[in-house]
């Protein structure tokens, strides 16, 4: 079993910054490929960035390119989202998950989801 914690939403304005953390219970951390997605209101959740199942390649959504980097830390069984140069459309509730398949994301089973944080970026 794993749970996820997500932290580290907030309010900012566009252009700003935030860093996301989602923290991993179990011991088991290492065997998961961890991504993150987010969801607007009224939209369907999406994938905004993942580690591949090894962790050696990352995968990005087009509109969060350059702007967004996910990294990890496995000693610490955490997740991180960067998050630069913010935009109003980047306002949503964001969550990580985590999958045991080896398939790149998003396309991947998820086996666990955080219960996400918000994040709103003002114009």
């Known amino acids: 079993q794993v749970q996820l914690v997500e932290s580290g939403g907030g309010w900012v304005q566009a252009g700003g910054s935030l860093r996301l953390s989602c923290a991993a219970s179990?011991?088991?951390?290492?065997?998961?490929?961890m991504d993150w997605f987010r969801q607007a209101p009224g939209k369907e959740r999406e994938f905004v960035a993942g580690?591949?199942?090894?962790?050696?390649?990352?995968y990005y959504r087009d509109s969060v390119k350059g702007r967004f980097t996910i990294s990890r830390d496995n000693a610490k069984n955490t997740v991180f989202l960067q998050m630069n140069d913010l935009k109003p459309e980047d306002t949503a509730v964001y969550y990580c998950a985590a999958s045991s398949t080896r398939v790149p994301p998003p396309g991947r089973l998820y086996n666990y989801w955080g219960q996400g944080t918000q994040v709103t970026v003002s114009s």
């Open positions: 580690f591949s199942f090894n962790g050696g390649n990352t």
């Open positions: 179990g011991r088991t951390f290492s065997s998961y490929a």
